[in-house]
């Protein structure tokens, strides 16, 4: 389950509830490109924005539309009995597996972090992806803490952000966060733009924005690294980098929302207000980039 | 109500409930201690972390206990329609006035913040406070968006962050934000180790963390500031220096709960899980600065 493209779709909407359908049809267009896992809830899956009785429904569809594909929901949230709750949810929905980031109000100390994994991690039967995600959360985890926290029960994955430093330094890296954990668990990347370069370097899984929307494209893009065709990785990058750009620019949820509304997999506005998808030029780029092969199907 | 020093008191939990007796004889602290305004439920005041029924509950216990003194509470979430709840919530139980930073999950963009704003102040029907708070929202405003919100009906007071620059720098600033707005809107100090500054520079309101458990201390420092005695500003700020530093290190909600456990007026542990209150040396630290001078209630 947390390993090669894990893909993490919308969670359309229209006035503020979730358009089902749409979210339905997500979900079959990744069972059909036979994703290996689906982070349904994920930031991209605006959970942060819906109830808890959302997030029941949605894991439901989810698991219901999922067949054999493993699906993964998201349980963060700033109070710990929601989160305890949000997870008994997910497993009655029949998730395979829970992912948490540390999901505050008050930015939290490495202590608290700790503390928090350790409460969650007990309380679940599923196994839990840690979710490093300083731009959400404005905690980043040392690997110290990360060797610590993969220590506990239930660990599964660890979703990491883009890798720093040299492919060489980057290998150096997972290798010596692999001696150092349990080998049942994971390593992953995110970060859409540099999910290749952390493949290469020798992630276990990306999670994958792009791959919620476009998976073929995402396939292209994580065969060619897993299989370490450099050339080939960089030329589909190439193709995707006014999107990267835009990722960059807006984060990813903005341009991906855009994308649905323009290839017709969402309805405008798609996104929980106050946010908005793109407009004018930004917009107009990525229509260029859908009618292009980039993100073609097949 | 947006004038002079508006305290923000704790909101004491056990076990993630709110411990209402606690909470009360806080608000009838500030009430004998004649503070200008309560600012209930802030970021001090956990709002993020209780429910809306637990939020509902306190702003009704805030405006029973405080009489006389206006009651402010924080209507901050990250789905506008539990915003615009906790609006009706919150003038049911009788406050005189909202407060309200851009939280959110996806950092938000300028348009987004403004479109935010836009909302809520049509849909409320007592001044509104607006929050530049980028430590919890990740969004910094800058004086034009704070310039065009205020031309928004209903907006009562800016709550701005610590003023950079020279003291002649931050007072031209705060000129120019004052020609530019309605004259009925206040400008407000955050950030307690830097108020006195703002309130020197020419701000209007002190937004105090440390009036909420210490009114008397933070009315010293208010009045030496307001009253331009900057010899004793600095005397007084030196005084406070070690809880200053502590509040830079690990933000100033820790800090301050942990002075409200050391001096009974909550059971620890009083903040929400995972959040800790300071231990060993730091709380030592706090144990002596309780028991000197500056803290003193008269």
Not at 139 to 158: R, T
Request: aromatic fraction near 6%.
């Amino acid at each position: 389950m947390f390993n090669g493209l894990s893909a993490f779709p919308l969670t359309p909407l229209v006035n503020g509830n979730v358009d089902e359908k749409a979210f339905t049809a997500l979900i079959e267009t990744l069972v059909a490109a036979k994703v290996d896992a689906i982070g349904a809830l994920g930031s991209t899956g605006s959970y942060a924005y819906l109830s808890r009785a959302q997030r029941a429904r949605v894991a439901q569809r989810a698991t219901a539309a999922a067949g054999d594909v493993p699906v993964v929901v998201s349980i963060g949230a700033v109070n710990i009995d929601d989160v305890l709750r949000l997870a008994d949810d997910a497993q009655q929905a029949g998730v395979s597996g829970v992912l948490m980031a540390p999901v505050s109000y008050q930015p939290l100390s490495r202590d608290e972090v700790y503390r928090l994994y350790e409460r969650v991690s007990q309380a679940v039967a599923v196994p839990l992806c840690v979710y490093d995600n300083p731009a959400t959360t404005r905690f980043s985890f040392d690997d110290e803490l990360l060797i610590a926290v993969c220590q506990l029960p239930n660990i599964g994955s660890l979703k990491l952000g883009p890798l720093s430093g040299t492919r060489a330094e980057a290998s150096a890296r997972l290798q010596a966060l692999r001696q150092a954990i349990p080998e049942t668990i994971t390593l992953g990347i995110s970060g859409d733009a540099h999910a290749a370069a952390g493949l290469l370097a020798g992630c276990d899984v990306w999670y994958s924005v792009l791959a919620g929307l476009f998976p073929h494209a995402a396939r292209r893009l994580s065969q060619a690294a897993f299989q370490g065709r450099e050339e080939e990785v960089a030329r589909l990058n190439a193709e995707l980098a006014p999107l990267w750009a835009l990722f960059q620019r807006y984060g990813s949820l903005r341009p991906i929302a855009t994308l649905a509304e323009l290839s017709g997999a969402a309805q405008p506005p798609c996104l929980p207000f106050p946010l908005r998808t793109l407009q004018g030029g930004d917009r107009e780029q990525l229509a260029a980039l859908l009618s292009g092969s980039a993100l073609r199907p097949e």
